[in-house]
């Protein structure tokens, strides 16, 4: 049974603001389903592929990585930040639409 992959691009956690070092990720999506141990009560897989995360600098690069491996993927595009740019004296501008909340 061969796994197929994902190809995407992680979102940022709430730790990292800038945008520099967005790298592309192939992790292999589950190839059957996880089982609970009887003894311990973990859940566990006998798919260590689960387990592989390859970093790659270009959306090409992996693309041509899994094409040559043989290995068939799914390519997920990332979604663009929607981002407000305001700066601190935006707060205290007379013209300012909304409430005034102190």
């Known amino acids: 049974m061969t796994a ?13 603001s ?3 070092h967005q790298r592309w990720l192939l992790q292999f999506e589950a190839g059957r389903p996880r089982e609970i141990d009887p ?7 006998a798919d260590t592929r689960q387990q592989l995360r390859l970093w ?5 690069e992996a693309i ?3 094409t040559r491996e043989g290995i068939p ?12 740019t305001l700066s601190y ?11 005034w909340t102190h």
């Open 39 to 45: 003894l311990m009560g973990w859940t566990s897989s």
């Open 64 to 66: 041509e990585y899994a």
């Open 56 to 60: 790659f600098d270009t959306k090409d």
């Open 18 to 20: 800038g945008t520099a």
């Open 73 to 84: 993927f799914r390519v997920e595009e990332p979604h663009e930040a929607r981002r407000r």
């Open 89 to 99: 004296s935006d707060n205290f501008k007379f013209n300012r639409i909304g409430a």
């Open 4 to 16: 197929t992959a994902r190809i995407y691009k992680p979102a940022r956690n709430a730790m990292q």
